[in-house]
């Protein structure tokens, strides 16, 4: 905890010697204003305060807002009040908000109610995290609490916990000189909590890859022409016993076309990634994806895939990795042909049950399969593992990406996904469920982020961030306005990763029915 308080120290005297210097506001300048739990009294991020002539101002990771405005100083000022899972009441003109005796050097808290489920955090990625908490002359958590590695936006992480550090990736990676940043995979590192690391419920310290200009480097330079994105990260051992950080790339034409696609492994003296298998551009899913999994069963150990359920396995071999052939499918059709609703045949028990199994070539049975094989008559809707529910509204949930992790706590495996539709925005409701197997049948849903007008994809459950014996878990997305039909990006927040807390204890989480 000494280098963020050191460096604090120094970058407050400098930002005190500017505000000499040039007539800048100075701490005590600034009206501070807090938004905080009702419940905890930590500080809410991403928390949009709006004045009546709309100038918008946004909480920082620490719940804060520097306001210093020259002629709303010394006054009231009303600020209507809006947060995506947070509320507060509303007045008798139905008016959300509250007027502040705005003052310099003054301060106020407003109090809201936390509707979501999950509790956010702060933000992990971009621009000022902390700037607001900096201006305001208070000591942020991190250790660059306003510019790292010069990046702004980041999109899409992948994780794993690669000798003795977590390793961290992004996609796409924005930086403030130009909108164009890098798109081949980003990257960081941070220690792992109890051994130098932060407590996951303050922050993360990222110490990126740069290049020589101080930006963070491509992790993946292919000299072929288009973006790179990995998924499917994990650790394996290599033919000597030694420890290995390998991960699916995909070199992309566009959003949804795909150039190439194969295995990359760590090179730890270069600090990048190398490529050591391509596969197959018409064979989409004998390969790692998503955020595996590590499981013993029956035959030894394997990866699961959960894209966004775990209907993929492979040994967990570097060998097996790099041979696609060696993947299975999770099925409950007989045979092992392409899938096609209108011919396959449920492989059915001697009890008249669809009888599901992991079969090398037999391409895997994931929710839309399910769907259209009960839409055929093929299977009966109380016998399917991947089809979720709104228990409110009864409306289908269809999972875009998930995590799947085991959970001490519950003492069940867990699913952390993204509604793809429905609910108030284009991909941005996050839902819970949880089954006896990483297989399922997934059971118990219910949504525990909302957003409103805003996308929040591709989460990611860091089971080595888990605290009291798996009580509290930790996930992040990227919370972009992309696809979600609002014209209007947050500042700072936009295309960044935000971390969440659940408290799996929370009663409103008890089995339903």
């Not at 995290?129 to 702004?152: F, K, M, S, W």
């Not at 609703?341 to 839309?368: C, M, N």
């Amino acid at each position: 905890m000494m280098r963020p308080l050191r460096f604090s120290i120094t970058l407050l005297s400098g930002l005190l010697l500017l505000a000499a210097l040039r007539g800048l506001a100075a701490p005590a300048d600034y009206f501070e204003i807090r938004v905080v739990d009702e419940a905890t009294g930590r500080g809410v991020p991403l928390v949009e305060l709006e004045t009546v002539n709309h100038l918008l101002f946004v909480t920082d990771s620490a719940g804060r807002v520097a306001f210093h405005e020259p002629g709303l100083m010394s006054r009231a000022v009303y600020f209507h009040v809006r947060s995506h899972g947070y509320e507060m009441s509303k007045d008798g003109f139905g008016y959300i908000g509250k007027a502040l005796d705005v003052k310099p050097g003054g301060s106020a808290t407003i109090k809201l109610k936390r509707v979501n489920l999950a509790e956010r955090l702060y933000r992990i990625t971009g621009e000022g995290i902390y700037r607001d908490t900096v201006l305001l002359g208070h000591t942020p958590p991190i250790a660059e609490p306003l510019l790292n590695a010069q990046v702004v936006g980041q999109d899409t992480v992948e994780t794993a916990v690669y000798r003795g550090k977590i390793f961290w990736f992004w996609g796409d990676t924005m930086r403030a000189r130009y909108p164009l940043g890098h798109y081949q995979t980003s990257g960081a590192t941070s220690e792992l909590p109890g051994h130098g690391g932060l407590d996951p419920a303050v922050g993360v310290n990222l110490t990126y890859f740069k290049d020589a200009e101080g930006f963070s480097k491509r992790m993946v330079p292919f000299k072929a022409e288009g973006p790179i994105w990995i998924d499917g990260l994990l650790t394996v051992a290599d033919a000597a016993g030694r420890e290995r950080l390998v991960a699916h790339y995909s070199r992309m034409k566009s959003l949804g076309e795909r150039l190439e696609h194969g295995l990359v492994i760590y090179n730890d003296e270069r600090e990048e990634f190398e490529k050591v298998a391509q596969f197959d551009l018409n064979d989409d899913w004998r390969c790692p994806r998503g955020h595996p999994v590590r499981v013993h069963e029956e035959g030894g150990d394997y990866f699961l895939f959960p894209a966004p359920f775990a209907n993929v396995r492979v040994r967990a071999t570097l060998e097996d990795l790099k041979t696609p052939a060696s993947y299975e499918g999770f099925t409950c059709v007989a045979g092992s042909a392409k899938f096609s609703a209108k011919s396959a045949k449920p492989d059915l028990g001697a009890d008249g049950r669809p009888r599901w199994s992991w079969k090398k070539g037999a391409e895997p049975v994931g929710a839309k399969e399910e769907l259209a094989l009960i839409g055929a008559g093929k299977l009966k809707a109380s016998e399917a593992r991947w089809q979720l529910s709104d228990p409110d509204s009864g409306k289908p949930v269809a999972i875009h990406a998930s995590g799947v992790n085991w959970n001490a706590f519950r003492k069940q495996w867990i699913l952390i996904g993204q509604q793809l539709f429905g609910g108030p925005s284009f991909g941005g409701e996050i839902w819970f469920a949880e089954a006896d197997a990483p297989t399922g049948p997934w059971r118990n849903p219910h949504r525990i982020v909302t957003h409103q007008r805003y996308t929040f994809y591709n989460p990611a459950q860091h089971a080595f961030l888990d605290a009291a014996g798996g009580r509290f878990i930790f996930f992040e997305g990227t919370y972009t306005q992309e696809f979600s039909g609002n014209a209007v990006h947050t500042p700072r927040y936009d295309y960044n990763q935000i971390m969440y807390r659940l408290d799996l204890a929370d009663p409103r989480l008890k089995a339903r029915p």
